[in-house]
């Protein structure tokens, strides 16, 4: 079970990288995303309710969730 876990997170992960176009240099942010979103799935084990839920008792927050791979640029105040 621990490995079909690993093995879609790493999917997951993949999947981020290719669809954004980036190097695989940035596989640590794409890791801790498909983390950030595997949390917050609802799943059929855990009667349609995300794990995020589960552990908090209360629904995440879907309105944080933006693009994995934006260009961002840096705020710099003068």
């Not at 954004?20 to 855990?46: D, E």
Request: charged share 15%.
């Amino acid at each position: 079970m621990s490995e079909r876990r690993h093995r879609h997170l790493v999917e997951i992960g993949l999947t981020l990288l290719t669809d954004a176009h980036m190097p695989l240099s940035y596989w640590p942010y794409a890791f801790q995303t498909a983390t950030y979103l595997i949390n917050r799935m609802p799943t059929s084990t855990l009667n349609n309710q995300s794990p995020f839920e589960k552990l908090f008792n209360q629904r995440p927050n879907y309105l944080k969730l933006k693009q994995f791979g934006c260009i961002c640029y840096p705020l710099t105040q003068t």
